[in-house]
């Protein structure tokens, strides 16, 4: 049986709490809040790449390890300083190194 890995489990339980998270990742921090619907271009799109990966690997469940992605809203990329703002960034699990709920 396939599993997710912990932390995968993790960070998706403390993103679905709806409070503001910050993600520590090799280039910076990137922080962020679940958006309340899924009503955007971005969002229509990775849903349907989702369900095109589904059908052409023939797997149906969650994926793997620290496989996958969720959306982030009013998120924030933090590098060296530099702060760029975004309406939505879609975030892969395999690139978080922490998580913390924003001051």
């Not at 993103?15 to 619907?37: A, D, F, M, N, Y």
């Not at 095109?52 to 924030?76: P, R």
Request: aromatic share 8%; net charge negative.
């Amino acid at each position: 049986m396939l599993q997710p890995s912990i932390k995968k489990v993790m960070i998706a339980e403390i993103v679905l709490t709806g409070q503001r998270v910050r993600l520590l990742v090799p280039g910076g921090i990137i922080s962020g809040i679940k958006p309340e619907s899924e009503d955007t271009e971005l969002d229509s799109m990775s849903n349907q790449v989702y369900r095109d990966y589904q059908n052409e690997t023939s797997y149906f469940g969650n994926l793997e390890g620290d496989d996958g992605y969720f959306v982030l809203e009013k998120a924030v990329v933090s590098v060296a300083g530099s702060n760029t703002q975004h309406k939505r960034l879609i975030v892969f699990y395999d690139s978080i190194i922490g998580i913390a709920f924003e001051d």
